[in-house]
């Protein structure tokens, strides 16, 4: 499982790329695994809760899933598999429609079971299933409105709490990613988050508690750091083994711990439709991911979607959330070019040692939102622009309408979080709905265009059959190393 190779001696040159099977130092890499565990935490820890889960088993499971799927891919493929925010509106449905979190769980694990079995037929039949499912100018519009989709997060979650202070760590962020030379410039974001809590300290002592106004006009004061969660919590413990007998949506216990799925299949066919996104969403992120580290990724394609699947049937068989490749720390590498998946077991540790202590969990849940916001408001935005990055590098026409049109209809859908109806309590919206019409809308597009359109379109797939980039060959010669000579 293990073996990195050390990248030049432990020596980081600037502009240098660390590849995944390399690592640095043992303690650069422990910064950089911390830096991981920053991107991901919020989200993780957030999402399960919504969905009326409990956030500390979804962190611990989080790490053991990533563990999982870095073994499956064979260290290739660097991602971090945290909570997905896919299920966050299906449960809301399947509670709405007197399901409780047992059932959710039973559906979430279905949805996983699926996923895995679509990863088992792509690694089988070859990536070029995915290749004519989802051509450069989908992927690319996929990961666009992945990234740009999270932009609400920051402009009505975090930013507002406290929009000076995020203004400043967003500077901090530009500053710090930018000017800093060797190792610190690579851990730029982690730099900046204590730097914003630092800063949100100080604006405590300066300037007193903020003040926020509720819809009905109460005004309510909270200090920007609040540490009586951490002073409350225990050092060591696990989540209960919960009794559902007594649970209700929306009442005290509406947070549970370990707990078995049930079945129903009304909730199931409220879950499913879900999957289309995922296989596109991971599809993208290991586009991305692929871009970034110039190799060739597609033979691993199948091997990463099933593990994906197989790291959420794990995650919801003891009640946690399902997982998902991470967008956040696809951000994180971007803007680090390190892709070493050494510091993603580094992450995942640490997720696990978080799950198993409440404490330090507390102190992570701690960081203030406008931190968050100023951090985020980089890094979604890299995100969104990798899918830019695919479609230069694979040189989609957009003077062709074939690739105009749906990329255009699904970002704006994505971006917008336009929402479509399909049944009385099920609702597609944002990244799955954008997701979906791209898809579609380029495959009928494609299907009714004239001959001469249809060519042009294909053009822009033949990178993916270009020997020795993209073939179906398992072996590391039939990688090239297409990134820029001052990155090499």
């Known amino acids: 499982m293990f073996g990195w190779k050390l990248h030049n001696n432990g020596i980081l040159v600037p502009g240098a790329v660390v590849a995944p099977t390399e690592r640095l130092g043992w303690g650069r890499t422990i910064g950089l695994g911390a830096q991981h565990v920053v991107a991901m935490f919020g989200a993780t820890f957030v999402f399960p809760l919504l969905m009326g889960l409990n956030p500390q088993l979804a962190v611990m499971m989080s790490g053991i899933a990533t563990l999982i799927f870095l073994f499956v891919v064979k260290h290739r493929v660097p991602s971090y598999l945290g909570s997905s925010a896919s299920f966050v509106g299906v ?23 699926a996923l895995f079995m679509v990863g088992l037929i792509i690694h089988f039949a070859g990536a070029r299933v995915i290749h004519k499912t989802l051509p450069p100018v989908v992927t690319g519009a996929v990961v666009m409105l992945i990234g740009f989709n999270l932009a609400p997060v920051v402009a009505n979650t975090y930013w507002p709490q406290d929009p000076w202070l995020a203004f400043i760590v967003m500077l901090i962020v530009i500053a710090l990613s930018v000017g800093l030379r060797g190792f610190l410039g690579r851990i730029a974001i982690f ?57 209700r949506f929306g009442g005290a216990g509406n947070v549970v711990g370990f707990h078995l799925p049930q079945f129903s299949l009304g909730a199931i066919i409220i879950a499913l439709p879900v999957v289309i996104a995922l296989i596109a969403e991971n599809a993208g992120h290991v586009k991305a991911v692929a871009e970034m580290t110039g190799e060739n990724l597609d033979p691993l394609m199948g091997r990463a979607v099933a593990a994906d699947g197989g790291g959420s049937m794990l995650a919801t068989l003891v009640g946690a959330g399902p997982t998902t490749t991470y967008a956040e720390n696809i951000g994180v590498m971007a803007a680090t070019r390190v892709y070493s998946t050494a510091a993603y077991v580094v992450a995942s540790l640490v997720a696990i040692c978080f799950g198993l202590s409440p404490k330090f969990g507390a102190v992570i849940s701690a960081t203030p939102g406008a ?28 003077g062709n309408p074939i690739n105009l049109i749906p990329a255009a209809a699904g970002i704006i859908i994505g971006i917008g979080d336009v929402k479509l109806p399909i049944t009385e309590g099920f609702t597609l919206g944002g990244i799955a ?44 010669a039939a990688t090239v190393d297409n990134r820029p000579a001052d990155q090499r």
């Open 191 to 247: 730099l900046s988050l204590v730097a914003g809590y630092i800063l949100s300290w100080v604006f405590d002592l300066a300037f007193g508690p903020m003040r926020s106004a509720a819809a009905d006009g109460t005004v309510t004061e909270k200090m920007r750091v609040d540490w009586s969660a951490v002073e409350a919590a225990d050092w060591f413990g696990l989540p209960p083994v919960t009794d559902l007998a007594n649970w």
């Open 433 to 476: 709905l954008g997701t979906i019409v791209t898809v579609a809308v380029y495959h009928i597009a494609h299907a009714i265009a004239p001959r001469e359109l249809r060519e042009a379109a294909d053009g822009a797939s033949l990178i993916y059959d270009a020997p020795g980039i993209y073939s179906d060959d398992m072996s590391d």
């Open 371 to 398: 931190v968050l916001g100023g951090i985020c408001v980089v890094l979604y935005g890299m995100i969104g622009l990798l899918g830019a990055k695919i479609w230069k590098e694979n040189h989609v026409d957009f």
């Open 91 to 113: 449960a809301t449905a399947i509670y709405s429609a007197g399901g409780n979190p047992a059932t959710l769980s039973g559906a979430l694990f279905v949805v996983g079971l």
